[in-house]
Structures are given as structure tokens and as C-alpha cells.
């Protein structure tokens, strides 16, 4: 018996020195994946927030633009990743909202292949009008009456079949039972160019796209989503103030791993996010794209991310929106 004893102590013994070996994590430089490319306002997000991260956790954060396939190709590379919290994706409402609401053909499943670490923030979208064509809409009310009284002649546009863009006007005309035409384009700026131009009337951007045009005056926006006013835009009203309860859409970015990413290191992920989101300048340098910070346990964002999944799946089946089929 006590040669058996012996015979199975050792092993653990002979393992004990080694697991108490293992360096705290994060021992090396983490990998961040932002699944567009570089110099746009979600690159701009993930960047301002990296350069804090790294100093919160003492290791450097490599960040790495990965474009194409609308985020897919950035999630398939994060997916497939080894969960050891070296390697994170800056998710954010496309891949982890909008598109699997829409695609049924994803090479990733948004909610399966991933661990949820936390939420960085969000902003807003607003609702414009071309303020030289629509002189006279003024307000929510206002816009309604005229897309009633003109059916078929108000074309929105969006930055793509399926975008947030597109969505939340879909939304909105199924809240006010009215119709527009939708002319969808390659992306925020040519959508913008069009407005401006005239060749469409009315478009729900996110704020931070919208906000050069809006103190431009060329455009005029009439409300924003979410529940209470942006900072920026104190004296636009929102959609729920406009007459329409409970009516959302934001444009949010957050950060996830590979799935089986250890609670331990999850932990020590999230806690010192929220420390950056929280502390300093954070905020006033994620203002440049109104983007108010909304820091969220793990369990939280996860919650969130399947809560916003099922939202826009609810709208893209009522409105038939499919874009795989």
C-alpha cells in the first residue's frame, strides 16, 4: 500500500513545481484583430483603446487589420485561434449583430465560436434629411406626414443591403407604417455623397458618420435612437421622445475571443477593459467618433450580443431581408 501511495503521489509532485512555473497572463504581446481596414472610425476605436489596454495589462497589444467578406474573414481567423487570451477580435454590430440576423451562410456562428469579454461603447444612429430638398421637415412628425403624402417618390439610402444603416430605416418604416425606397451603396461615404447631392432624400447613419454634415447644415437630423439625447446633439429629440417607444439601434463595438477562453483569463481581460473605459481621457478621445464608453461584465455583453442578434433576426424575417439565399 504504501509503495501504491508512493507510485501515485509522484507524478503530481513531479507537476507541482511546473504548474507553479506557468507565468502570470498576459506574459507576451496580444494580438487585436479589427475586422475592417485600417483608418476608418471602428480602426480609430480599437486603436485609442489598445494604446490604453496595453499599459492597464503591461504588454504590448499588436493591432492587425483584417477587411473583406464584411468582418468574416477577421472572425474565421479569430475562431480558429488557440483560447488562450493571446489572440482577441474587436466585434462589433456587423459581425456580431447585423450580419447573422441576415446570413444565413456565415463561415462563423457569432454567438458559438466566441467568448464574450467585454463591451468598449457604442453610438447612436440619427435619422437626416437633405435639408435643401426637405425644407420643410422639421421634425419626426413632419417626416412621417410627407412620406405618406408621397408614397414611392423618397428614396434613403444605406451603406449596404443588410448594414445597420439599412435596418434601422426598416425599422423605422415599419414603426410608422410608412414607405421609402431603399438604395443600398458600397459603403457610409458614397451613400453620403448621394444624399448630399440630392439623388436621395433621407438616410440613419451612425451619429459619428453624420456629424460633419450635420454642422455643415446641409443635412438636418431629426432624432437619434437610443434613450435619452447624445451630448453632441443636446437639442435633437430621440426616436422614443419623437413618439416611437423602446425604438434602438446603436452602432456598439466590443471585444471577444475565441471560444473556451478561460474564465481566469476573461476575468483578467474585462477587468482591466473596464478600467481603461472607465479612467483618463478614454472618453474624450472616443468623442472624435461619439462614441460614449459602456463598460459590461463578460455574462453581460454576451447577453447583450444575443439580445441584438435576435432583435435585427426578428426585423430581417418580417421585412424578408435575406441576403444568402
Not at 477587411?67 to 474565421?76: K, L, S
Not at 453624420?210 to 451630448?231: D, E, F, K, Y
Not at 482591466?272 to 455583453?301: H, S
Amino acid at each position: 500500500m504504501q509503495r501504491r501511495h508512493l507510485l501515485t503521489t509522484l507524478p503530481a509532485l513531479a507537476a507541482a513545481p511546473f504548474a507553479r512555473a506557468q507565468p502570470a497572463f498576459p506574459a507576451r504581446p496580444l494580438r487585436y484583430v479589427v475586422p475592417v481596414a485600417a483608418g476608418g472610425g471602428s480602426d480609430l476605436v480599437g486603436r485609442t483603446v489598445c494604446e490604453r489596454w496595453a499599459r492597464q495589462l503591461g504588454q504590448n497589444i499588436v493591432v492587425e487589420n483584417i477587411g473583406g467578406g464584411g468582418g468574416a474573414i477577421a472572425c474565421q481567423a479569430v475562431a480558429k485561434a488557440a483560447p488562450d487570451g493571446y489572440t482577441l477580435l474587436q466585434g462589433y454590430v456587423a459581425t456580431h449583430g447585423t450580419s447573422p440576423a441576415t446570413r444565413s451562410k456565415l463561415p462563423y456562428d457569432a454567438l458559438r465560436d466566441f467568448t464574450p469579454v467585454g463591451m468598449i461603447g457604442g453610438t447612436p444612429n440619427v435619422l437626416v434629411v437633405n435639408a435643401a430638398l426637405l425644407g420643410g421637415v422639421q421634425t419626426v412628425a413632419q417626416f412621417v406626414a410627407h412620406l405618406k403624402a408621397n408614397p414611392g417618390r423618397v428614396n434613403y439610402g444605406s451603406a449596404g443591403q443588410g448594414s445597420l444603416t439599412h435596418l434601422t430605416m426598416e425599422l423605422f418604416k415599419q414603426a410608422s407604417g410608412t414607405f421609402a425606397l431603399h438604395i443600398p451603396y458600397r459603403g457610409i461615404a458614397p451613400a453620403f455623397t448621394d444624399l448630399l447631392g440630392g439623388q436621395t432624400q433621407a438616410m440613419f447613419p451612425g451619429l459619428a458618420a453624420a456629424l460633419p454634415h450635420i454642422r455643415s447644415g446641409r443635412v438636418r437630423p431629426l432624432a437619434v435612437t437610443g434613450a435619452t439625447r447624445h451630448p453632441v446633439l443636446k437639442d435633437v429629440p430621440t426616436l422614443v421622445e419623437a413618439g416611437f417607444p423602446g425604438f434602438d439601434a446603436l452602432q456598439w463595438y466590443g471585444v471577444v475571443g475565441p471560444a473556451g477562453l478561460p474564465p481566469a483569463i476573461t476575468r483578467v481581460l474585462n477587468d482591466t477593459l473596464n478600467a481603461v473605459l472607465t479612467g483618463g481621457d478614454l472618453r474624450d478621445k472616443l468623442a472624435a467618433e461619439a462614441v460614449e464608453p459602456l463598460p459590461m461584465a463578460p455574462e453581460a455583453f454576451g447577453s447583450f450580443i444575443r439580445a441584438d442578434i435576435e432583435r435585427w433576426t426578428h426585423l430581417a424575417r418580417e421585412r424578408k431581408i435575406q441576403l444568402d439565399d
